[in-house]
């Protein structure tokens, strides 16, 4: 079982894919129920693959039974099981969310293009070679456009075009990026391109450097870092909650390929191309993070604030990345974990809002006093006070940490400024919106509002009390995250891990 254990993230949401397809003669309650139980069936797969990846060996599949570098190869170790818990929890509460709003019933295929988003993602999560990287990114892009313009409207589908256009071109210069490698190292198995990558002569060391600042702006573009995120606040902003939800996800693949492909790629055993993207990883993530902040500030709408805080905490992120020690890298995968499931559940809560608000919608502008008021302001205060970073919830922790892992950087003084300057800033907007939602109340209009859906208000409140259980287990979390990133450090494990990995007897 734990030598098949790689596979199953990627076949069981595949499965889930066909058999809700084949569900869909007998009508959507089947479809809904299938798709619930095949999330929570991953969802408990994914906790199991973690508690055995915690204990740092890797655990490599070879599909087809062909050894490394020469076949398909999956990798499980820590990073990759977290991230896939990740997807899991959020899988499962977005979909209870957009089965309890009835937005399945908007449009066809819902269930089966979430299964193959899931497919996709945990996919990317595993793979490890570059050009089925680039299969399984093909996959879940696939299947985001069609989740990301169900249930159809203006805006949803000028955001969609967007995400598309980039998007596409994202995956040309992919393909142009693996064939370099490929033409020059004669391999894309990711563990044997590190273990090439220091035997680079000196004349192939510029097109190779082409190709990794090549592989950065295709991943750049997936995580949305300064210049390539104009797509993301539309995207996000207009399609339904429990798909942006989901997406909060998604902007991590991006993160997650430029820790896995270059930190391994380009770590300490890469020679003179040792580190090559950090500085850049670096410098972007501190502009992203104050075009965020700046966003943040001049959204209009609630669902838009909502996105570029996603498009904050990206930008956190890159930071950690750039400050590039082993203390950084850990304080990072904290923050991911708050991060992901607060602004994905913080995108539930803006639905829920605007539809309390009726014809007002999300809009920042004075309306007749909600419905539920005093609940949805209590919940938005609690969920304000988490992803802007302010103390005693998660978000403060994770700040704390990766302040703590930036004093011995050189530019120290310039990271402290732009995170507390950003932090002020949306602690600022986030006031703001929650004055203009909550107070500034009008005494005429129509109270067209409805009243809360419960269970998707209980799907939401469970994502955001994710934020002070991470307070309270911040010991056996940050052990985890300690643990992960000593194991990314040394890299030369994970190329052992795969390279070593020997046959099954009878095979190839």
């Known amino acids: ?39 929570l069936g991953l969802l408990i797969l994914t906790l199991f693959t973690l508690n055995i990846a915690s204990d740092g060996n890797h655990q490599v599949y070879l599909l087809g039974n062909w050894s490394a570098p020469f ?36 449009g066809q295929h819902f269930h089966v293009l979430y299964q193959l988003q899931l497919f996709g993602i945990n996919g990317a999560f595993l793979t490890g070679d570059l050009f089925n990287l680039f ?47 490929y033409g020059i190292l004669g391999t894309l198995n990711i563990a044997d391109l590190a273990s090439k990558m220091a035997t680079v002569g000196p004349e192939d060391q510029g097109i190779v450097s082409a190709a990794a600042l090549l592989l950065l702006v295709v991943f750049g573009i997936k995580a949305a870092i300064f210049p390539l995120y ?51 990883v670096l410098v972007l993530g501190m502009i992203t993070l104050i075009l965020a902040a700046l966003g943040v500030m001049a959204a209009r709408a609630l669902k838009e604030q909502v996105a570029y805080l996603i498009l904050a905490s990206v930008a956190t992120l890159l930071i950690g990345i750039g400050i590039n020690t082993e203390q950084a890298l850990s304080a990072s995968l904290y923050y991911l974990i708050h991060s992901t499931l607060i602004g994905a559940a913080l995108f539930l809560l803006a639905d829920v809002i605007a ?81 203009i939602l909550f107070y500034q109340v009008q005494d005429e209009g129509d109270h067209d509002g409805q009243n809360v859906n419960k269970v998707a208000f209980s799907a939401m409140a469970v994502l ?45």
């Open 71 to 106: 076949g398909i190869v999956l990798v499980m170790d820590q990073l990759a099981a977290l991230m896939l818990l990740l997807t899991a929890i959020l899988a499962l509460f977005a979909l209870i969310y957009a089965i309890s709003q009835r937005l399945d019933e908007k």
């Open 135 to 181: 299969v399984f990114f093909e996959v879940l892009l696939l299947a985001s456009y069609g989740l990301l313009l169900h249930g159809g409207g203006r805006f949803r589908t000028k955001g969609g075009l967007h995400y598309v256009v980039i998007n596409l071109v994202g995956s040309a210069l992919f393909l142009f990026a693996v064939g370099t490698l």
């Open 355 to 435: 539809e309390a608000r009726g014809s007002y919608a999300d809009r920042l502008r004075a309306a007749p006093v909600m419905r539920s008021a005093i609940l949805l302001g209590s919940v938005f205060l609690f969920a304000a006070v988490a992803i802007t970073g302010m103390p005693p919830l998660s978000g403060f922790f994770g700040k704390v940490l990766l302040l703590n892992a930036a004093i011995t950087h050189n530019l120290a003084i310039w990271i402290y400024i732009v995170i507390l300057t950003s932090s002020l800033l949306l602690v600022i907007a986030t006031a703001r919106s929650g004055s």
């Open 1 to 39: 079982m734990i030598s098949q254990l790689p596979i199953l993230p990627v076949l069981l949401p595949l499965i889930a894919g066909f058999s809700v397809l084949f569900a869909r003669v007998s009508g959507l309650k089947l479809q809904r129920i299938f798709s619930l139980i095949f999330t």
């Open 464 to 508: 955001l009390l994710m934020s002070p259980a991470l307070v309270i287990l911040a010991d056996p979390v940050t052990q985890l995250t300690e643990a992960i990133a000593a194991q990314l450090t040394d890299s030369s494990s994970y190329i052992d891990a795969v390279l070593s990995q020997a046959v099954s007897k009878g095979g190839h």
């Open 230 to 280: 104009l797509w993301l606040p539309g995207a996000y902003a207009h399609t339904s909650a429990a798909v942006a939800a989901l997406f909060a996800i998604m902007t991590k693949v991006g993160l997650y390929a430029i820790i896995r492909v270059h930190g391994t790629l380009f770590g300490n055993e890469a020679g003179i191309l040792s580190g090559l993207h950090i500085d850049i």
